[in-house]
């Protein structure tokens, strides 16, 4: 077997289903979900393959009815988070040296196992962990799931195959080892497909992982657990613990193995580890891997010359998709005068139609943000748009967290180009537009690059080629992932490597090879064939 020249079956991106009326998806998927609606479930911290209980039991809840308890789960102490390193640490040596098309298998049928027994289930957990329609829980925690378990197998035969050039009488290969060490991974609320790639992209290089899911995530995380133990995932390779965050993340940046941070969140949060791991340096055993994305003030500019509907679907998806709970959802956008006009009238038209409520109806558009806090900051906001003379509330600007926490679509219109909303990451269903002067295309690409500290996505709208060209150049650095006449969210593993970069995150692009890169640490091995016995080199005769 180890003489074989095995290949990874080619990737290809994994069908969505379209949950239309009628259809057997639909059916198993609602099924599902009141199953899981109805039960109520223990999420224990998972070490070394066993469940383990915490100190500390809370509570979870949908953000749709949070007075449902859907269950509860166990928190971490420090020297729970200590015994997770350790488990970790004990696994490395075997998985380390497993095969890679072996580790490569487990990743694949967890694929697999997710395309199919599993798809419901991990779908009805996302709808109700963090209150997704049934299309956006499909997009994510299936499908994109799907992909990066599969093209990342893909990828790690791409890298593992590019060997140096050798020369007459020797022999030069390079060794991917895995990191020396542990990786810690930070998960979001927002993707499942994050919360289990952050560790098995790591995982799959031969690294092992200590994982802490969101607290808002962990109904879904528990059966990205769930898939890694059926796809055959050896004990203390993944280990899954939930609980204080700081707690957590200083026990774990203590350890001289700390090896590296695969970590998707806030900014702020990303830029404290960073600072903790610089004033630890000296501990370390090796220079720890700091990868991070983190938030997005994400644009939609329109040349005069784009088209009204087209703008007006990509702000209204854009933005309001996922209650705008995407780093990479549009929240400011700037319009020509000339079309201002008739892009909102169309925008409000759209959003007229669109229903808000549980997405155990189907026929929601909109569900609740994630929990209380965030509804409390994006009502602050709204609040500050009514009272403020230099703004006004142009659609939306509801809200009720007497059940869940819904907020309504909200667009804001703004003459001040700096204003808050066009400055600050919200986190929310909030979009704010700004109208600049057909005459001032030039002027308005700069405060485009501007406006905001971060880089992660942006969009320009146009029919004039030369428009798009001066926006690609003007705005080279804005944007880590930049779009032409589309909405800036909805990238797919494969097609659109993701990320930014300025305050946007360190841009390794998940979904591609790069980030796999960073998982690894090579080791040269030059084999000289026929040593040379005597050191006269024919300079010296």
């Not at 990191?179 to 991974?185: P, R, T």
Request: proline share 5%.
């Amino acid at each position: 077997m180890n003489n074989s020249n095995i290949s990874i079956p080619y990737p290809v991106n994994e069908t969505i289903l379209d949950y239309a009326p009628g259809s057997n998806e639909r059916k198993s998927v609602l099924k599902t979900y009141d199953d899981l609606y109805k039960k109520k479930s223990t999420v224990y911290l998972k070490i070394n393959g066993k469940e383990v209980k915490g100190d500390i039991i809370k509570t979870m809840s949908p953000p749709h009815d949070h007075k449902h308890i859907l269950g509860e789960y166990h928190t971490a102490n420090k020297d729970q988070v200590n015994q997770a390193i350790k488990s970790a640490l004990n696994a490395r040596e075997k998985w380390s040296h497993m095969h890679w098309t072996r580790r490569a298998s487990i990743f694949l049928k967890a694929a697999d196992l997710i395309a199919g027994p599993y798809r419901s289930k991990i779908n009805a957990a996302t709808m109700i962990a963090q209150s997704k329609t049934v299309h956006q829980a499909e997009i994510d925690a299936a499908c994109e799931y799907i992909d990066f378990l599969r093209f990342n197998a893909s990828y790690m035969q791409d890298i593992y195959q590019n060997q140096p050039e050798s020369s007459p009488g020797m022999w030069n290969q390079l060794h991917y080892r895995p990191l020396e060490g542990f990786v810690y991974s930070v998960s979001p609320f927002n993707f499942t497909a994050i919360s289990g790639n952050l560790s098995a992209s790591a995982a799959l290089m031969g690294n092992v992982v200590v994982w802490k899911p969101s607290d808002h995530q962990i109904f879904s995380a528990q059966v990205v657990m769930e898939v890694f133990e059926e796809a055959g995932l050896p004990n203390g390779v993944i280990n899954m613990v939930m609980g204080d965050p700081e707690m957590i993340t200083n026990t774990v940046l203590a350890s001289k193995d700390f090896a590296g941070i695969h970590y998707t969140g806030s900014t702020f949060v990303f830029q404290n580890i960073w600072k903790k791991i610089g004033e630890n340096i000296s501990n370390y055993k090796t220079y720890p891997k700091i990868v991070g994305e983190t938030g997005g003030k994400d644009f939609i500019i329109a040349h005069p010359s784009a088209k009204v509907n087209e703008v007006a679907t990509a702000i209204v998806r854009g933005a309001f998709e996922y209650q705008g709970q995407k780093c990479s959802a549009a929240s400011r956008v700037y319009l020509p005068k000339s079309i201002s006009e008739d892009v909102l009238s169309e925008v409000k038209k759209q959003l007229n139609t669109i229903k808000m409520g549980p997405p155990s109806d189907l026929k929601n558009y909109i569900n609740a943000v994630i929990h209380e806090e965030a509804f409390d900051r994006i009502v602050k906001s709204i609040e500050k748009v009514k009272s403020d003379s230099d703004a006004e509330i142009f659609h939306g600007g509801t809200y009720d967290k007497s059940v869940g926490y819904f907020i309504s679509p909200t667009v804001v219109t703004t003459l001040n180009p700096n204003y808050f909303s066009m400055e600050q990451e919200l986190f929310g269903p909030l979009v704010t537009v700004y109208t600049y002067s057909d005459d001032k295309w030039e002027e308005t690409l700069k405060l485009v690059d501007s406006t905001s500290i971060y880089a992660l996505t942006g969009a320009i709208f146009s029919e004039d080629r030369y428009a798009i060209d001066e926006a690609i150049i003007a705005l080279e650095n804005c944007a880590g992932n930049f779009y032409l006449n589309d909405k800036p969210t909805g990238a797919v593993v494969g097609q659109q490597p993701f990320g930014g970069a300025r305050a946007s995150g360190t841009n390794d692009k998940a979904g591609s090879m790069f980030n796999l890169l960073r998982w690894i640490s090579p080791r040269m091995i030059k084999e000289n064939f026929v040593p040379v016995t005597d050191y006269h080199y024919p300079f010296l005769g």
